[in-house]
C-alpha cells in the first residue's frame, strides 16, 4: 500500500522563526505536492513537484519555499513564520499528474 | 478563473437515505474530477472519479453524475450508513493537472 509519511507530526514555532516540514514517500511516485488545510476549509495547493531538483509553484506559494533533493523526499519551509501560517500541512504523491493521490497523515503547525 | 463550488456546506440525512453532494466549476478545459472524503482527525482519501468520457460513474454505492454542459457534478451515497459520515471534498483538474479542490461539505449520517 502507498506510504507517504510527515515530520514533524505537530510544531508549535514562533513568528518569524523558520519551519522545515519533511516528507517522504515509498511509493515511486514522480509527483509530490504540498497542501494546506485550515479549519473547516478545503485543500490550497503550495507547491508541488513532478521530478526530482524541480519544484513549481501552486496556488498560493507566496511565504513557502519546497525542496525536492529525490524522488522520496519533498520538503517545505518557511523562512520567516507568520501567525496566517497556522494550518494543517498535507504531503501527498501521485504515480501521475490526473492520478490518486495519497496523502500524509498532515503535520499541524502553530505559530505563536 | 479556476474555482470548484461545493454545495451544501453541510449536510444531514437518516440511515437508509440518499445522501446528494454537489459541486460546479467553471473551466471548461478540467477534464478530471475525483471526490475525496476525510474523517475526523485523518487525511483525505480518494473515493471515487470520473473523466468526462462518460457521464456517470458507479462504485458500490457511490455515483458521480456529470453534466458536462452544465459544468456541474455530483456524488450520490445510495442508503447512507453511519459510517459514511465524514467531510467530502470534490475537486476538478485540466491539462496542468493541478487539483482545485472544493470547500467540502461536512454529512453526518443519523442512524
Known amino acids: 500500500e502507498a506510504a507517504v509519511t510527515q515530520s514533524p507530526r505537530s510544531k508549535v514555532a514562533v513568528t518569524g522563526g523558520k519551519v522545515t516540514l519533511s516528507c517522504h514517500q515509498t511509493?515511486?511516485?514522480?509527483?509530490m505536492y504540498w497542501y494546506r488545510q485550515d479549519t473547516g476549509h478545503g485543500l490550497r495547493l503550495i507547491h508541488y513537484s513532478y521530478v526530482a531538483d524541480s519544484t513549481e509553484k501552486g496556488d498560493i506559494p507566496d511565504g513557502y519555499k519546497a525542496s525536492r533533493p529525490s524522488q522520496e523526499n519533498f520538503s517545505l519551509i518557511l523562512e520567516l513564520a507568520s501567525l496566517s501560517q497556522t494550518a494543517v500541512y498535507f504531503c501527498?504523491?501521485?504515480?501521475?499528474?490526473?492520478?490518486?493521490?495519497?496523502f500524509g497523515p498532515g503535520t499541524r503547525l502553530l505559530v505563536l | 478563473q479556476q474555482q470548484v463550488r461545493q454545495s451544501p456546506q453541510s449536510l444531514t440525512v437518516w440511515e437508509g437515505e440518499t445522501a446528494i453532494l454537489n459541486c460546479s466549476y467553471e473551466?471548461?478545459?478540467?477534464?478530471?474530477f475525483p471526490w475525496y472524503h476525510q474523517f475526523p482527525g485523518e487525511s483525505p482519501a480518494l473515493l471515487i472519479a470520473i473523466r468526462p468520457v462518460s457521464n456517470k460513474k458507479e462504485d458500490g454505492r457511490f455515483t458521480i453524475f456529470f453534466n458536462k454542459r452544465e459544468k456541474k457534478f455530483s456524488l450520490h451515497i445510495a442508503d447512507s450508513q453511519p459510517g459514511d459520515s465524514a467531510t467530502y471534498f470534490c475537486?476538478?483538474?485540466?491539462?496542468?493537472?493541478?487539483?482545485?479542490w472544493g470547500s467540502g461539505t461536512k454529512l453526518i449520517i443519523k442512524p
Open positions: 501527498a504523491s501521485s504515480r501521475e499528474g490526473q492520478d490518486t493521490q495519497y
Open positions: 473551466d471548461s478545459t478540467f477534464d478530471y
Open positions: 511509493n515511486n511516485h514522480d509527483y
Open positions: 475537486a476538478a483538474s485540466g491539462s496542468n493537472y493541478q487539483l482545485i
